[in-house]
């Protein structure tokens, strides 16, 4: 019904820039809000950058003034553009969306399969 997939991933040594994309497509009627999250082995899956529909955006404390998050409304795609990256970003990142199908006037969580990040040191 809806898909999410994420682009852009990949190894990059430190100090490189990565930009991930995420297309949603699918029987959408609206998306309420777009994020990123990542997770690394043994940690927890955290939120990294958020944007909501009206533009509004938030980070994670770690990536600020580094990561950029932001969409492109008519084409369904979320972007983070990824600066100045750390070891430490090195994580397997994943799209999240909730969105409004055209079937059910409800909002419903998606989430892509993720992609790789890996900055070495």
């Keep these: ?32 809000a777009m994020g990123w999250f990542r997770q ?26 580094r990561f950029s998050i932001s969409r492109d409304n008519a084409r369904n795609t979320l972007y983070l553009q990824m600066n100045s990256l750390k070891p430490e970003d090195t994580a397997v990142y994943f799209c999240h969306a909730l969105i409004i199908t055209t079937s059910v006037t409800a909002v419903r969580s998606y989430w892509g399969q993720g992609t790789q990040v890996t900055v070495s040191s």
């Design 40 to 65: 690394a082995p043994g940690n927890q899956r955290e939120l990294v950058a958020r944007i909501t529909s009206d533009g509004s955006t938030n980070y994670v404390d770690s990536v600020k003034g």
């Design 1 to 32: 019904q809806v898909q999410l997939v994420e682009s852009g991933g990949g190894l990059v040594q430190a100090g490189g820039s990565l930009r991930l994309s995420c297309a949603a497509s699918g029987s959408i009627r609206g998306i309420n």
